[in-house]
């Protein structure tokens, strides 16, 4: 089986615990407004690599990763290729390596894959239906079922959220967010994500428009913002 492999990071400190290396897959459905790699929504591109080739690449770095650290698969969306990432975590798991899945569970019938997957960074992007829509240009729906099986499957998850200015960049929608936070189980991290501007060129490259008017997300609004969120959800 060969996978479609956009870049791989190989020593990440921010996409899960420890050093990591992570593996950025081809391939999404969802077209968000803020995303800035465009160049991973289809799998016409990357590189193939087989679960083999992949994993003892990642096997090189085992020794940096220590106590905590892995593998985290991002992308685009990891679970695009959900047949291929189950079959390399898999073989992570048959080498003792940590997993994580960096995903917006845009595709929701994953148990097998969520059974060798050790934590789960779920990236929010609305809470009301109808303004995830016109985030992602897709249904809230399969998030949600996503999100229920990662509950009954007991989880381990960090949770994010990109903050863009004029959307989502209040108290009011912190608020909410927390509210929601709350009646989840495992929930080891919560993290505000500044809205950036640095992919911008990559659409001009690609020709397709980009529809986010704004200003990048001040790094020190986000910052009180995320301290207000904490704060909220020890209460």
Same mark, same amino acid.
Request: charged residues 25%; glycine residues 6%; aromatic residues 10%.
């Given at each position: 089986?060969?996978?479609?492999?956009?870049?791989?990071?190989?020593?990440?400190?921010?996409?899960?615990?420890?050093?990591?290396?992570?593996?950025?897959?081809?391939?999404?459905?969802?077209?968000?407004?803020?995303?800035?790699?465009?160049?991973?929504?289809?799998?016409?591109?990357?590189?193939?690599?087989?679960?083999?080739?992949?994993?003892?690449?990642?096997?090189?770095?085992?020794?940096?990763?220590?106590?905590?650290?892995?593998?985290?698969?991002?992308?685009?969306?990891?679970?695009?290729?959900?047949?291929?990432?189950?079959?390399?975590?898999?073989?992570?798991?048959?080498?003792?390596?940590?997993?994580?899945?960096?995903?917006?569970?845009?595709?929701?019938? =994953?148990?097998?894959?969520?059974?060798?997957?050790?934590? =789960?960074?779920?990236?929010?992007?609305?809470?009301?239906?109808?303004?995830?829509? =016109?985030?992602?240009?897709?249904?809230?729906?399969?998030?949600?079922?996503?999100?229920?099986?990662?509950?009954?499957?007991?989880?381990?998850?960090?949770?994010?959220?990109?903050?863009?200015?004029?959307?989502?960049?209040?108290?009011?929608?912190?608020?909410?967010?927390?509210?929601?936070?709350?009646?989840?189980?495992? =929930?080891?991290?919560?993290?505000?994500?500044?809205?950036?501007?640095?992919?911008?060129?990559?659409?001009?490259?690609?020709?397709?428009?980009?529809?986010?008017?704004?200003?990048?997300?001040?790094?020190?609004?986000?910052?009180?913002?995320?301290?207000?969120?904490?704060?909220?959800?020890?209460?």
């Amino acid at each position: 089986m060969i996978g479609k492999i956009h870049s791989i990071e190989t020593l990440g400190l921010v996409d899960g615990p420890g050093i990591r290396v992570v593996v950025f897959m081809q391939g999404c459905p969802m077209r968000c407004i803020f995303c800035h790699n465009p160049d991973t929504w289809t799998t016409d591109s990357g590189l193939e690599m087989t679960k083999e080739e992949l994993v003892n690449f990642i096997l090189k770095y085992k020794n940096y990763f220590g106590i905590e650290g892995g593998v985290t698969f991002s992308g685009g969306e990891p679970l695009f290729q959900k047949d291929f990432l189950l079959e390399a975590l898999k073989l992570c798991k048959e080498n003792d390596i940590n997993t994580c899945i960096d995903t917006a569970g845009s595709i929701y019938d =994953v148990d097998e894959i969520l059974k060798y997957t050790d934590l =789960v960074i779920y990236d929010i992007k609305a809470l009301d239906k109808d303004k995830y829509f =016109v985030i992602t240009n897709y249904k809230i729906d399969n998030s949600l079922k996503f999100l229920d099986l990662c509950q009954k499957m007991n989880k381990k998850m960090w949770i994010r959220q990109v903050i863009i200015p004029n959307i989502n960049d209040n108290e009011v929608y912190i608020e909410e967010l927390a509210s929601f936070i709350k009646k989840l189980k495992n =929930v080891l991290k919560v993290e505000l994500l500044p809205y950036h501007t640095n992919g911008v060129y990559k659409y001009k490259e690609l020709n397709i428009d980009y529809k986010l008017n704004s200003e990048a997300m001040n790094k020190d609004r986000c910052l009180k913002l995320n301290e207000y969120l904490n704060e909220l959800l020890k209460h």
